[in-house]
């Protein structure tokens, strides 16, 4: 299969579950150095999509390709080596401390000193700006604290012993749902510069139209399973676009403060 | 010889002798015993060794003394160590004892452990005799014992011929009935009863539809499982009992349980209290 | 996804202690333990002289060889007995928490141990009275159920329906245990209900020359896979991104427990709460992190079973209580506390 380079690859995906297709041939191209975002009205296939890519949903059709290698031919184990993923909602209710959890993200490197590993583990939760939660218990943070610290560990996870030349992907699935204004902005934003000095490939979930637009480099908005655009902000968030996908009138204005960056109201005037 | 010198030498073998008699007394008399097994206990007893037992197990519940003894715990599942501790020369054991190698392991403990059948038998109940009164030393005793025995039980009348007798127990809140081979069955075929279950092979449990169809004109019964119930009433009142013929005309024998079922020493008094009660008028 | 179980969080804010503190303090605690039950029981024998005892008597002495043939014939494997049982329960409960990511999880649950007795049961009732029969007879058993849950259970995605596969093959056993008890002759029923009470009487060196490398074989095996259960409680698909295969894993797992815990319900009957109860005490103070978490609840097992052994052949001399009662009187009330504290959390 043609990559081009590219580390994910994605062909007339098609998805099933339930008996519903819940996935209609969406296809995209994401490289390393690339923050790639998903947006969509609940139940138009944006956590499917992410599942599905990450290995745990089988494929109804089409193609997904890591690396140049279809997925299917992916190990379990290899598979985490290459690519970190962050789902929704994380369901942790065992009394662990923090820096284990963080730690976690080192599982399919077993190989890694134990300094090396605390090493990172400090690295990843600075990087998440929990830095100050080292020692802390897991059970006893807030809900975006804990967000912050699951998002630190897939960043050890992306971030662990890499090879030369060897790109991760880093899979978000809506990460800033717990997190305040200031650490949304901040989570995205080291994505982007991870994406940028560590070559990571970043494919993340968002709800916030504008958050979105600020923080990645194209996007892909979905609606009712299909792809409806792809492409960088500016060229994908239009009127027309957004109330296919949301169902709801909006309207875009060039943004304030940043040039070349649209801004997304929506509700009628 | 002067005379206080011939006296003496008449004295000493006599001293010695009396010594030789006691010598070989003296293991009788001086032996701790711990008994397991209700009967075994009674037999200890009977033989008049009663004093010599050190301890026993929790089914020895007769007679009255056994109260005061120390208890290792059922004979089905003793503590090993409890009987050690009570340092017995000699310990009497039902086969049934265990848990199983409990009695291989008692015997590295303790000088000597006799184990005896426990079959539910009058020949078994002799066999105990005789294997209890070799081991304390008591032949005459046990052979006094088995012939009273055996001479009582020939006397016991036997039930009127036609009788139909079920036993029941209430054995974890279950009512059982005794088929064949078991204690029960043995006892109602010593009595001259008719056992209407006899068909069936040990205890099963029994249903109404099944007493019913079955027609006792006598039940009996043990007080643990009258007790079980709360009460005589209430053990009649039983859907199982109230529809039978028995039932109807309170026709319950209620005697101890191991009174009943020990095939101890006190099997003539037991068949006798069985037969009067079976034969009893209603 | 979280699991359909979700608990309640199973953590206090009282918790203080290093995991690896309470290892050192376990493992210092151990050997003087063992040696304070060696040296009491039914039958007295002083502390003073428990190890030269051990080394030999002189001839003559009734007295000394009395009490060195109750230290080695019944006490001595009888306490290896209660650590090698005690932690191979305990382990085993660690590892169906984990798996299940419920601290209710018990060997129970999902069949083992009544599998286990329904095989015995079933070998006693048909005939056989020899311990070379009967135990793999249960281990048969605990597997069959086992696997049988297993795959009832892993049909669809989540443990909801493998806790309910475990329900009712547990339900399946029980009945079948009823219809064998029935079939039993008297004999064989009063040894079915001692057996089932739980005990560690029956210790002996040879029970225990196959058993504690076995044991120590399968605890090896679960305690290199304190990795694989930590991700378990992260989440499924948290597991599987680490790169764990769930349905291996789980497979692995339960394979594990059940040939662990097989064995020691064939030897000892069911013993109760050891499983649900220790990892929870170890839990509690020290975290959940089953890089320390399975050699504690290991250490903590064997220790909450010599305990209760010792109490059993103590309180009620000269008998003994069987030890099912002991951690039943024991584990009951604290299950009763710990559903209490879930319920208000």
């Given at each position: 299969m043609k990559e081009d380079g590219a580390l994910l690859s994605v062909r007339e995906l098609q998805c099933r579950r339930g008996g519903r297709e819940v996935l209609a041939g969406v296809g995209f191209d994401l490289r390393a150095g690339e923050v790639l975002g998903v947006l969509g009205a609940n139940g138009s296939g944006k956590s499917t999509l992410l599942a599905t890519v990450a290995g745990e949903l089988p494929l109804g059709g089409g193609r997904v390709a890591l690396a140049g290698r279809h997925?299917?031919?992916?190990k379990v184990e290899a598979l985490a080596r290459r690519r970190a993923l962050l789902p929704q909602s994380p369901s942790l209710s065992f009394d662990l401390d923090v820096r284990t959890v963080v730690g976690m993200g080192a599982y399919p490197f077993p190989a890694l000193s134990p300094a090396e590993l605390d090493t990172l583990v400090r690295r990843a939760l600075t990087l998440a700006d929990a830095q100050l939660l080292l020692d802390r218990r897991y059970l006893a943070l807030s809900g975006g604290e804990q967000q912050r610290v699951q998002f630190a560990r897939v960043l050890v996870q992306a971030l662990s012993?890499?090879?030369?030349?060897e790109d991760r992907l880093l899979l978000l699935d809506e990460p800033t749902s717990s997190l305040d204004p200031r650490h949304q902005l901040l989570l995205l934003g080291t994505v982007a510069t991870l994406a940028r000095d560590e070559g990571l490939a970043a494919l993340v979930v968002l709800h916030d139209v504008n958050l979105a637009a600020q923080g990645c480099d194209r996007l892909l908005l979905l609606a009712g399973g299909s792809a409806v655009a792809l492409g960088t902000p500016a060229e994908v968030l239009t009127p027309a676009s957004l109330q296919r996908v949301y169902g709801v009138a909006a309207r875009v204005f060039p943004h304030p403060l940043r040039a070349g960056l649209p801004l997304v109201l929506f509700g009628a005037a | 010889m002067t005379c206080a010198e011939r006296s003496r030498s008449r004295r000493l073998p006599r001293l010695l002798g009396a010594a030789l008699l006691l010598a070989a007394a003296a293991p009788a008399l001086a032996q701790r015993v711990v008994t397991l097994g209700g009967a075994i206990t009674e037999i200890v007893y009977a033989l008049g060794?009663?004093?010599?037992?050190?301890g026993t197990d929790a089914s020895s519940q007769y007679p009255a003394a056994t109260a005061a003894l120390p208890k290792v715990g059922y004979y089905r599942d003793f503590s090993i160590e409890g009987v050690a501790s009570l340092r017995p020369e000699l310990v009497l054991a039902s086969d049934q004892a265990g848990p199983p190698n409990a009695l291989a392991q008692l015997r590295q403990l303790v000088p000597r452990v006799v184990v005896l059948p426990a079959a539910p038998t009058l020949e078994a109940l002799l066999q105990r005799i005789d294997g209890v009164a070799a081991a304390l030393g008591r032949p005459v005793e046990g052979t006094e014992l088995a012939a009273r025995i055996q001479d009582e039980v020939k006397r016991v009348a036997r039930a009127p011929a036609g009788r139909r007798v079920l036993f029941v127990s209430s054995r974890g809140g279950r009512l059982e009935a005794a088929g064949s081979e078991t204690a029960a069955d043995h006892m109602l075929r010593l009595a001259g009863a008719s056992n209407v279950m006899a068909g069936e092979r040990g205890y099963k449990p029994i249903s109404g539809e099944s007493a019913a169809a079955l027609r006792p004109d006598v039940i009996v019964t043990t007080t643990m499982s009258v007790a079980a119930r709360g009460g005589l009433d209430a053990f009649v009142a039983q859907p199982g009992i109230a529809v039978t013929p028995a039932g109807r005309a309170k026709r319950i024998v209620v005697m101890d349980d191991l009174l009943l079922l020990g095939f101890g020493p006190r099997l003539p008094e037991a068949l006798r209290q069985l037969q009067a009660g079976i034969t009893a008028a209603p | 996804m979280s699991t359909v179980l979700q608990d309640a969080p199973a953590w206090s804010p009282q918790r203080h202690v290093a995991p690896q503190a309470l290892l050192f303090a376990l493992c210092l605690a151990l050997p003087p333990l063992a040696i304070a039950a060696a040296a009491s029981g039914a039958v007295s024998i002083p502390l003073s002289r428990v190890a030269g005892l051990l080394a030999g008597v002189p001839a003559g002495d009734d007295q000394a060889a009395l009490w060195r043939n109750v230290l080695l014939e019944v006490r001595l494997p009888r306490i290896a007995f209660a650590l090698v049982v005690g932690a191979g329960l305990a382990l085993a409960g660690a590892a169906m928490q984990a798996l299940f990511r419920n601290p209710l999880a018990d060997p129970g649950l999902i069949g083992v141990s009544l599998g286990g007795a329904l095989g015995a049961i079933a070998a006693i009732v048909l005939g056989a009275t020899a311990l070379g029969v009967i135990a793999p007879a249960a281990m048969v058993g605990s597997l069959a159920a086992t696997a049988l849950a297993y795959r009832l259970g892993s049909r669809q995605a989540g443990v909801a329906p493998l806790l309910l596969a475990g329900v009712a093959i547990n339900a399946i056993c029980a009945a079948a245990i009823g219809y064998f008890s029935f079939r039993a002759n008297d004999t064989q029923l009063r040894n079915l209900t001692f057996w089932n009470l739980g005990s560690l009487a029956g210790a002996r060196w040879d029970l225990l020359a196959w058993l504690s490398p076995w044991v120590a074989v399968l605890g090896t095996l679960l305690l290199r896979d304190w990795r694989a259960m930590n991700a378990l409680l992260l989440g499924e698909r948290e597991a599987l991104s680490l790169g764990f295969a769930l349905s291996r894993l789980r497979r692995r797992l339960i394979v594990w427990c059940a040939l662990l815990v097989g064995p020691l319900v064939a030897v000892t009957g069911t013993i109760g709460f050891v499983g649900l109860v220790v990892p929870h005490l170890v839990r509690l103070?020290?975290?959940?992190?089953?890089?320390?978490l399975l050699p504690n609840t290991l250490l903590g097992g064997a220790i909450v079973l010599l305990l209760a052994d010792w109490l059993a052949r103590i309180v009620a001399l000269p008998a003994e209580l069987p030890i099912g009662i002991v951690t039943g009187l024991a584990g009951g009330p604290f299950l009763l506390w710990l559903l209490a504290r879930r319920g208000s959390t």
């Open positions: 997925l299917a031919e992916w012993a890499r090879g030369v030349a | 060794a009663g004093d010599q037992l050190v | 103070p020290t975290g959940a992190d089953h890089r320390w």
